[in-house]
């Protein structure tokens, strides 16, 4: 299993354009999220998706839009790139199951640099 | 609403001595904690996790954690330091004990093993 993936690694962006980061899990997971890391300021959940096809705004929305293309794949796209947004970001899944507690699990992370 | 606070930003010991990372938590329920780790340039790995069985919980690479509702504390432990463990680690707390959950994240705490 390769567990959580993201593409791209690195991405280098100007101000204005656009892009998606693509993350997948193979874990049959039911939930699955988007976080960025800045420095000194751990991990902000941007938006997450419960289960396939519902997404819920997280801690730090703005700026971003997903879709929770089917039960594997979480995307996450930057409409018009700010600086703002340079950081990393990372995407984990976790099985969602009522009455478990659940785990999350984290992919390599998408270092964004916006100019 | 939860949080999180990691009394040290950066803990500096030699190899083979003990380890302490110190976390404080804030719930108005009982949480579910977690410790990760991150190694540089990498996602985040859980070391381990509390959830209202065991206070004392027991992770992988040796450390472990204990959970004191009366100081509001999980800090993270290690009987003897590597120099593999240098990293940055992070505390967690969840905001819902079953099924699907948001993690509130610490800000961190950078170990730095010295030979």
């Known amino acids: 299993n390769a567990g959580v993936t993201q593409t791209p690694k690195f991405q280098v962006l100007k101000t204005g354009q656009s892009m998606t980061l693509q993350c997948a899990q193979d874990?049959?997971?039911?939930?699955m999220y988007w976080y960025r890391q800045d420095p000194g300021m751990g991990l902000r959940l941007i938006y997450y998706s419960a289960s396939e096809g519902t997404t819920d705004k997280g801690e730090v929305p703005n700026g971003y839009n997903v879709s929770r293309l089917n039960k594997r794949e979480f995307s996450l796209r930057l409409e018009s790139a700010a600086p703002s947004q340079t950081s990393v970001y990372f995407c984990a899944s976790s099985q969602g199951l009522a009455g478990e507690t659940d785990t999350q699990y984290f992919g390599p992370g998408t270092r964004l640099t916006v100019l | 609403a939860q949080s999180v606070t990691q009394l040290d930003s950066h803990v500096s010991v030699s190899e083979g001595t003990p380890v302490l990372l110190r976390c404080n938590y804030s719930s108005s329920y009982s949480p579910s904690l977690f410790w990760y780790v991150q190694h540089p340039n990498k996602g985040l790995q859980l070391l381990l996790k509390?959830?209202?069985?065991?206070?004392l919980v027991k992770g992988i690479n040796g450390f472990e954690a204990e959970f004191k509702k009366s100081e509001t504390s999980f800090h993270l432990t290690k009987p003897s330091a590597h120099m593999s463990d240098a990293a940055e680690y992070f505390c967690v707390v969840s905001e819902g004990n079953t099924g699907f959950q948001k993690l509130v994240f610490g800000t961190g705490t950078r170990l730095l093993v010295s030979p």
């Open positions: 509390y959830t209202s069985a065991a206070t």
């Open positions: 874990m049959n997971h039911n939930s």
